[in-house]
């Protein structure tokens, strides 16, 4: 099978890649074509996903794709855009029909969960790794910028963290025995749900928002810099999932959600006025902490005082404390 044909067979005829809303021009030209409404804007990030760093290798073809979009559509609820479409450069080392067959269904099934289609890409024959660029629509000025905490707002989470770190063990040794417990913590690195909703809910009401890939404290450390404020975590009311608690202990579990990545979940600052509301709604808004004149991010024991937090979350190159 040549590249043309594996882009036509498993790509270009996925049901994702069927016309929506705003897409002038999907696959097929030299680029596609977006329409927005004039008072949106177009929210645009791109994710890279290498085997043995960001999946083992050996990766079910079917999670795998899950996986690579709900990472990449995760940034989107982050800033409160609604998706619209997504490209998908992948490289691979052979053309193999019942991986590509797989991927492909993943694919879709998570782009048919975040409502976005694929609009375009890239094949090429290297190493297993992909790039997902995606673009959403947001109306002018009600992004969700890591900018604008202010002293005063509680800080606040989109769900339980740590599950992801917690399958990591399982996921890098397949030879481990799985209990159900672990096996719940597999589901959660494999096809995390990106909290588009309520990012959308957000808008107009967090001040600031992302969404957390490296670990709670270290992503905090964004909002912190970006706002100038300072952020403090009250460590016993991180949400723990008594999956994660089965599975890795108190202290492991609390390593996990602290600096442990994976997540997937939305952290954000909200004026207090907004909790009751969004709560109301049934949207997951977990409070941790709060903001406060100062810098950088100051975990909290359950009297108040300042903990020595563990080390800090997942960088690619350098000193994690950088
Ligand atoms: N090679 C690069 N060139 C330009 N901008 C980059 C590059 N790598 C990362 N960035 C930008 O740096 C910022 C932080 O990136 P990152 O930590 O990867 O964000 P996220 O966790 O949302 O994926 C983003 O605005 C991203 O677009
Ligand atoms: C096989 C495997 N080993 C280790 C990890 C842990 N890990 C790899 S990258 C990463 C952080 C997120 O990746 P990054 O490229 O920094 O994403 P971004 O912040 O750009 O969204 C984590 C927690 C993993 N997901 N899979
Ligand atoms: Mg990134």
């Not at 797989?102 to 099934?109: H, P, S, T, W």
């Not at 992909?130 to 005063?152: C, D, E, I």
């Not at 417990?181 to 990012?199: H, I, M, N, T, V």
């Amino acid at each position: 099978m040549g590249e043309f044909e594996l882009i036509r067979h498993y790509f270009a005829a996925a049901a994702c890649a069927r016309g929506g809303e705003g897409i002038a021009l999907g696959i097929g030209d030299d680029c596609a074509l977006l329409t927005l409404p004039a008072e949106q804007q177009l929210a645009v990030s791109t994710d890279t996903l290498v085997e043995g760093v960001h999946f083992p290798r050996q990766a079910d073809p079917y999670l795998l794709a899950q996986r690579a979009l709900a990472v990449s559509a995760s940034d989107l609820a982050a800033m409160g855009a609604q998706p619209v479409g997504f490209t998908l450069a992948l490289t691979l080392p052979n053309a193999e029909a019942d991986w590509l067959q797989a991927f492909a269904r993943g694919l879709d099934e998570m782009a048919h969960y975040c409502d976005i289609r694929l609009i375009g890409g890239d094949t090429t024959r290297g190493p297993l790794s992909m790039t997902l660029t995606v673009f959403g629509q947001v109306p002018h000025q009600q992004a969700l910028k890591r900018s604008g905490a202010q002293v005063g707002d509680l800080l606040c989470v989109g769900g339980e963290l740590g599950d992801a770190a917690g399958a990591l063990p399982l996921v890098l040794d397949p030879s481990l025995s799985v209990s159900e417990a672990g096996d719940a913590l597999l589901g959660r690195y494999w096809s995390p749900k990106p909290q588009l909703q309520l990012g959308l809910a957000l808008r107009g009401k967090a001040t600031a928002a992302l969404d957390i890939s490296d670990g709670l404290l270290a992503d905090c450390g964004h909002i912190a810099r970006a706002s100038g404020v300072a952020l403090l975590i009250e460590q016993a009311r991180v949400p723990l999932s008594a999956d994660l608690l089965d599975v890795a202990g108190e202290e492991g579990a609390l390593n996990c959600a602290l600096s442990g990545g994976d997540d997937y979940r939305l952290a954000f600052t909200l004026p207090p006025e907004h909790l009751a509301t969004l709560q109301e709604q049934g949207l997951p808004v977990y409070v941790v902490g709060r903001v406060e004149v100062g810098e950088g991010v100051t975990l909290l024991d359950t009297q108040g005082r300042c903990v020595q937090a563990p080390a800090s979350g997942y960088q690619h190159f350098g000193n994690p404390r950088d």
